[in-house]
């Protein structure tokens, strides 16, 4: 598969920092270069890069120094890519913090658990499927909702660039493996987002971005019972994503 080889998300990371870090500039592939350029503007073929992993939960999974400036950058690889995961209680006090009318709310509430209640009470869950199919006409509402311009930069920032837990955005992502990658500035992201804010589809989403429960868990499985209380954010087709802005955006 291109962009992808058999190693764990974390051992790509670890790869990409082995790789850049200790290189002068001039040495890196030429996809670092381009990207390297992006990021920092003019720089000498002579100049130092340090890189490191990350090692707390934030959306930069690598941290690039060249000339005592810093970049993160977030790394993804493979297909069905998750890019964020938080509580349903801390998702839903933001709708309010961001203005989300209640009525929204309650509907969304009642699609994160599909089991008629708002707090994951219900006594008969159903599939994401057989809640759609019964519930297209709600999940039509919250989509229309949550899709509306005035809040695309605030979940752009949540979900893709900043977090919870960080003070600062990532400024780009790269997509693949060392050898094979393409890559998307945090503008870039916002401009992609914006351009498939208004398309029509059938799942729960915001622009490119679907968001589901972590699991249902039909078979009551009390390993998995707490994960029905978070939300999983996925950019399910990223890589063509990034090849669209990068044959149309940047050549504007």
Sequence with gaps: MAFNKEITGYENEEEFASYLNGKQVGRVYPNFLELLYKLYGYLDYKDYIK???NKSKRKADIYI????????????????????????????SFFREIGIDEEIIKKYLYYQYADETMDG????????????????????EINKAL?????????????VLQGTKSEYEV?????????????ITKDEVYYIMRKYLKDERSSLHISLLTLQPMTRNLNYNPKYESCRSFIQVKWYNISDNIIEVMAFYRNK
């Design 51 to 53: 890189c490191w992993v």
């Design 65 to 92: 120094k060249i000339n005592g400036y810093v970049r993160g950058v977030s790394i993804k690889k493979g297909i069905k890519n998750s890019v964020h995961i938080e509580s349903i209680g801390t998702l839903i």
């Design 121 to 140: 009470t219900g006594k008969t869950r159903i599939s994401s499927s057989l809640y759609r199919e019964n519930n297209q006409k709600d999940i039509d």
């Design 147 to 159: 899709n509306d311009e005035k809040y695309i930069n605030a979940f752009v920032n949540r979900f």
């Design 171 to 183: 400024d780009a992502i790269i997509y693949g493996v060392v050898e094979d990658f393409i890559w």
